[in-house]
Each structure stands twice: as C-alpha cells, then as structure tokens.
C-alpha cells in the first residue's frame, strides 16, 4: 500500500486549506484513516480520523474547524481545515490502519502565517 499526500501550501491566519491522500493497492475493509501533523522537536500527533463505517473522531485542538471525509470507491482520504491559526503549522501525513499493520504517506507541509 503507498500513500500520496497532497494539498499543503502557506496559507494567511484565519484561511482554509484542503488535504488530499491517495492510496494505491489493496486495501481491506475495516480499515482506518487518519491525518497526523508533526512539528519539529516534537511527536507526531493525531489530528483527525476516519472509519470506514464514516466515524469520525478529531482532536481538541482542530474540532469545528476541520472535516475529515472519505471516498471508499476512490480509496482516498481529504481533510478540509478552516479558520487556519499559526499553531497549525507542521508536516502533515496521512496514514491507513487495517489488519494491525500501518501505511503512512510522504507528509505535506502547511504553513499558516501572515
């Protein structure tokens, strides 16, 4: 399975930014996505993830500003961020979850600043 992320860019304070993620191979049901950042000097975090039922479940730090969404068929994975601030500057990867096995994508940058 590989992961294709895309989507990132600088963005001004309060702008909105949509994330796409490609996968390609076989993918099972059952299966997790999900959207992580990362900031230098610190743990990839979890930002947001979707089941492939349509459950979702975000962090604090993004809920009511993000929409995670997923197109089964498509075999891919988007996040739409609003209300862009500063603090979500970082890498942003992707990462698929099935049979106890995790496939991350290559991370795009966002950079929110003025």
């Known amino acids: 399975v590989q992961l294709q992320a895309s989507g990132g860019g600088l963005v001004q304070p309060g702008g909105s930014l949509r994330l796409s993620c490609a996968a390609s191979g076989k993918i099972y049901g059952g299966n997790v996505m999900a959207w992580y950042r990362q900031t230098p000097g610190k743990q990839r975090e979890l930002v947001a993830y979707?089941?492939?039922?349509?459950?979702?479940e975000y962090a604090d730090s993004v809920k009511g500003r993000s929409t995670i969404a997923r197109d089964n068929a498509k075999k891919t994975v988007s996040l739409q961020m609003n209300n862009l601030k500063p603090e979500d500057t970082a890498v942003y990867y992707c990462?698929?979850?099935?049979?106890?096995?995790?496939?991350w994508g290559q991370g795009t940058q966002v950079t929110v600043s003025s």
């Open positions: 990462k698929v979850s099935f049979r106890g096995d995790d496939y």
């Open positions: 979707i089941i492939s039922n349509g459950a979702t």
